[in-house]
């Protein structure tokens, strides 16, 4: 299969629709470095949108927990690019891999080996929705306690397309992928905010 923004949008949104252990096409699977140019750019083409919906809720950019760091840049940028994605992922998407199975091998021209058929197997859309809905509704605390609780699901729809993607990339590729994907997720916004905030 070719790589390109609409082959990868299709296999993701292939994904998204009936989540499995092997979402990658084996091209993908071969050349994640020219995958995931394509993968940032379906993810700030969503979030574009998204940021859209959540502001049509009237809450505030100072409702926010992360407005209140901003006078430490330093930690902000650590926490937000390189420990919570770290976290995050070990916690929400390393779960949600073979660990009650036997690993997919790669076997060249043959294509990959099928994986035993278990548990975890049969009930994967069931643990993947579980974990991808618990990373998105943590999210929610990031708000300040005066934000009204009905409001959630909105304002954590940009996390809960976040962990869709992060969780293709983790079974597609590996943890050490996700974490990689969430870390720059998360440092491009908020680059430009702090070196917005700088300038002013």
Same mark, same amino acid.
């Given at each position: 299969?070719?790589i390109? @923004?609409?082959t990868?949008?299709?296999s993701? @949104?292939?994904?998204?629709?009936n989540p499995?252990?092997?979402?990658?096409?084996?091209?993908?699977?071969?050349?994640?470095?020219?995958?995931?140019p394509?993968?940032?750019?379906?993810d700030?083409l969503?979030?574009?949108?998204l940021?859209?919906?959540?502001?049509?809720?009237?809450?505030?950019?100072t409702d926010?927990?992360?407005?209140?760091?901003?006078?430490q840049?330093?930690?902000l940028?650590?926490?937000?690019?390189?420990?919570?994605?770290?976290?995050?992922?070990?916690?929400?998407r390393?779960?949600?891999?073979?660990?009650?199975?036997?690993?997919?091998?790669?076997?060249?021209?043959?294509?990959?080996?099928?994986?035993?058929?278990?548990?975890?197997?049969?009930?994967?859309?069931?643990?993947?929705?579980?974990?991808?809905?618990?990373?998105?509704?943590v999210?929610?605390?990031?708000?300040?306690?005066?934000?009204a609780?009905?409001?959630?699901?909105? @304002?954590?729809?940009?996390?809960?397309?976040?962990?869709?993607m992060l969780?293709?990339?983790r079974?597609?590729?590996?943890?050490?992928?996700?974490?990689?994907f969430?870390?720059?997720?998360?440092?491009?916004?908020?680059?430009m905010?702090?070196l917005?905030?700088?300038?002013?």
């Amino acid at each position: 299969m070719q790589i390109s @923004l609409s082959t990868v949008w299709d296999s993701l @949104l292939s994904f998204a629709k009936n989540p499995s252990l092997d979402p990658l096409p084996e091209t993908f699977w071969q050349q994640p470095q020219r995958v995931f140019p394509y993968l940032l750019a379906i993810d700030f083409l969503l979030m574009i949108p998204l940021m859209g919906i959540m502001s049509v809720t009237g809450v505030e950019d100072t409702d926010h927990e992360m407005m209140k760091m901003l006078d430490q840049p330093l930690f902000l940028f650590g926490a937000a690019v390189i420990a919570a994605p770290i976290l995050e992922e070990f916690i929400f998407r390393f779960p949600i891999g073979r660990l009650w199975n036997v690993p997919t091998k790669f076997f060249g021209e043959g294509g990959f080996e099928a994986p035993k058929v278990n548990w975890w197997t049969r009930n994967f859309k069931i643990i993947f929705w579980t974990f991808t809905i618990l990373f998105a509704a943590v999210h929610f605390a990031n708000f300040s306690s005066t934000v009204a609780i009905y409001l959630a699901p909105i @304002l954590v729809l940009p996390q809960l397309v976040l962990g869709i993607m992060l969780g293709y990339i983790r079974v597609g590729w590996g943890t050490r992928y996700s974490m990689l994907f969430h870390g720059i997720h998360n440092a491009i916004p908020l680059s430009m905010l702090l070196l917005g905030g700088a300038m002013s």
